[in-house]
């Protein structure tokens, strides 16, 4: 179960980052409200996954979650850069997250 919820958290995170850019962008209630939100339940699910996972492997694969689900993020809904290379980096940045959790 712990590694659903450091799934979710970076799914949270991911969530959170993109309203980051939706506020700076419509500055609304709606926008800071679903931020807030987002980056809350990141938190919360941080939390219960590392009553059990080791603090750096949680905290790896919650960063490469939302980095890289964010820049993909970004790619999809603000129209970012899709150059190859940047592809390749998010996927390495993926595929560490996944080395962690096989060796944990």
């Known amino acids: 179960m712990d590694w659903v919820f450091l799934i979710l958290a970076g799914v949270f995170e991911m969530v959170g980052v993109t309203m980051i850019n939706r506020f700076h962008r419509e500055s609304n209630w709606q926008s800071l409200v679903l931020l807030l939100a987002g980056c809350g339940a990141s938190f919360l699910f941080l939390n219960l996954a590392m009553k059990t996972l080791p603090m750096g492997t949680a905290y790896a694969?919650?960063?490469?979650?939302?980095?890289?689900?964010?820049?993909?993020?970004?790619?999809?809904?603000?129209?970012?850069?899709?150059?190859?290379?940047?592809?390749?980096?998010?996927?390495?940045?993926?595929?560490?997250?996944?080395?962690?959790?096989?060796?944990?």
Request: glycine share 18%.
């Open 61 to 104: 694969v919650w960063t490469g979650i939302g980095a890289s689900g964010g820049a993909i993020l970004g790619m999809v809904l603000y129209g970012e850069s899709k150059d190859w290379r940047r592809i390749l980096f998010i996927i390495m940045v993926l595929g560490s997250a996944v080395g962690l959790k096989w060796i944990s």
